[in-house]
């Protein structure tokens, strides 16, 4: 079966810096995202991996080792704003979208 | 900056009644997606439109669901029968191509039966 697993909450303090593991086991690769959903709307992207390798983006990395199907996303300088779920999802073989279940992310002042 | 637009952003309806959710992709995108959010739970793909048909689909998608693109602009999922499982968010998605980085997500329907 396809399988995306995250930690289900993390909590971090304002101004900090944060990673949010994502490993994946899926029939096929084509790629993996992360979204950012804030409660009641819809997912909005942050970014994209297909390569091993970072990529940064802002205060936004996102790592891939297709190797050990895994991945993190790493925020810095944590904003309040910054509190929201994060989803980890994976483009199969068939390029369907596989999510995990989101990282709720807590940020206390 | 174009989005993806949904309407209603509320659908309450009886069980057994059929409901049509609409969605308006961005203009130049190509490929359409449907995706569902139970309350508290994953993104669950459903299907997946290009060239006025079916990609994929999930096994979720069922006989219930049907997708069209009656006209140029608007992609539609219809439910036919609804049931009490599926009240959930549904959310449509464009993207301009198949392996294309991302894909631009509406802001969803609610949709509740009852």
């Known amino acids: 079966g396809q399988n995306i697993d995250q930690p289900t909450e993390m909590t971090a303090t304002e101004g900090a810096i944060v990673q949010i593991n994502c490993t994946y086991q899926t029939s096929g690769f084509n790629g993996l995202f992360w979204y950012q959903q804030h409660a009641g709307e819809a997912p909005t992207f942050l970014s994209y991996?297909?390569l091993d390798g970072l990529e940064e983006k802002g205060r936004f990395s996102s790592f891939l080792s297709r190797s050990k199907g895994y991945s993190y996303l790493l925020l810095k300088e944590l904003q309040m704003k910054d509190s929201a779920s994060y989803l980890c999802a994976v483009r199969d073989s068939n390029y369907q979208l596989i999510w995990g279940a989101g990282t709720k992310l807590i940020i206390k002042p | 900056e174009p989005e993806v637009t949904q309407t209603p952003s509320h659908q309450v309806t009886q069980m057994g009644q059929e409901v049509i959710l609409r969605c308006v992709p961005i203009s130049n995108h190509l490929y359409f997606y449907w995706y569902r959010q139970i309350l508290g739970q994953k993104v669950e793909f459903l299907v997946s439109f290009y060239n006025n048909e079916i990609s994929e689909k999930s096994e979720i998608f069922d006989d219930q669901f049907s997708v069209e693109r009656p006209d140029g602009s608007n992609f539609t999922l219809k439910i036919r029968s609804t049931k009490l499982e599926d009240s959930a968010m549904y959310f449509c998605?464009?993207?301009?191509?198949?392996?294309?980085?991302?894909?631009?997500f509406g802001p969803g329907t609610r949709l509740l039966v009852l």
């Open positions: 991996n297909v």
């Open positions: 998605a464009s993207g301009r191509d198949r392996g294309g980085e991302t894909q631009y």
